[in-house]
């Protein structure tokens, strides 16, 4: 069921290979300006993957992944200007999902897990490259307790709506949104207390940042650090420095093996190209 900030949207649709000619065109802009601005960055997650196993994009994927510190993001947002005409540099602070996006506003998107659980307001539907921040973590245990309130912290916005999805979720699942709907914010971000930034030189271990993706994720300095290179599409990009620990932390030691086309999934169901 197409939300309502699709409907009466005119343009032309695009395929998955028009839509990597953008992301790759997005990537380049944002390599440019890091290059000439002195801003780290690295390939993370799916592009790594894909860089990995084609020199290319994964053939189901729809968005681009880099990472960086606190520091060089926070470098990325006061040069922020120098991004081409038709791109943006959103941050978001709490909410599900990356740190920052860079957006087409060009070409709007449906989300499979907007539309399947009827969310509105909290997504950005624009193609998007999205930056990961990565901070250091000391303790494993208290990474996990505090990686495990921020999230809970980041999808509050949401769980009021996903206590009443139509999809079909178990009873515990729903119950569980419906108790963090209902739970104090203010509580929630007494308990919670971030790690302090550092630079890569004062950490021995480094993940996403608390409001992020997978908690337990996590590598060693080693595993990234000093940053190495890896070709997409004839271009060299930056990448972490041990490409087989870091993706093996992500996607288990077989990341080389394609998963089943059941598995081969895209976040988005339709790109379609407009006038702005």
């Not at 998955?16 to 790759?24: Q, R, S, T």
Request: proline share 7%.
């Amino acid at each position: 069921m197409a939300r309502s900030w699709w409907i009466g949207v005119t343009g032309r649709n695009l395929d998955l290979d028009e839509v990597h000619g953008l992301l790759f065109e997005m990537l380049c802009a944002v390599d440019e300006i890091c290059r000439t601005a002195g801003i780290e960055y690295w390939l993370d997650a799916g592009t790594t993957l894909g860089a990995i196993r084609h020199e290319d994009l994964l053939a189901w994927d729809d968005d681009v992944d880099i990472c960086m510190t606190p520091g060089n993001l926070a470098a990325f947002i006061r040069v922020s200007g120098m991004l081409p005409e038709g791109l943006h540099l959103l941050v978001r602070r709490g909410g599900r999902g990356p740190t920052a996006k860079i957006v087409d506003r060009r070409v709007e998107v449906r989300e499979h897990f907007a539309e399947q659980h009827g969310l509105r307001g909290e997504n950005v539907p624009l193609l998007a490259l999205d930056i990961m921040e990565v901070v250091p973590v000391s303790s494993y245990a208290n990474h996990i307790i505090q990686s495990f309130l921020g999230k809970a912290l980041a999808l509050k916005p949401i769980a009021a709506q996903m206590s009443r999805s139509p999809a079909r979720l178990g009873a515990p699942r729903r119950l569980s949104w419906y108790v963090l709907s209902a739970a104090p914010e203010g509580v929630m971000r007494a308990l919670h207390r971030p790690e302090k930034t550092v630079s890569h030189s004062g950490g021995n271990w480094w993940s996403y940042s608390l409001s992020g993706a997978n908690p337990r994720v996590r590598w060693p300095t080693r595993s990234i650090w000093p940053l190495s290179t890896i070709v997409l599409r004839g271009r060299r990009f930056p990448a972490p420095s041990d490409l087989p620990s870091y993706l093996t932390a992500l996607y288990g030691s077989n990341y080389r093996i394609p998963p089943p086309p059941a598995e081969q999934l895209s976040h988005f169901t339709d790109f379609r190209r407009v006038s702005r």
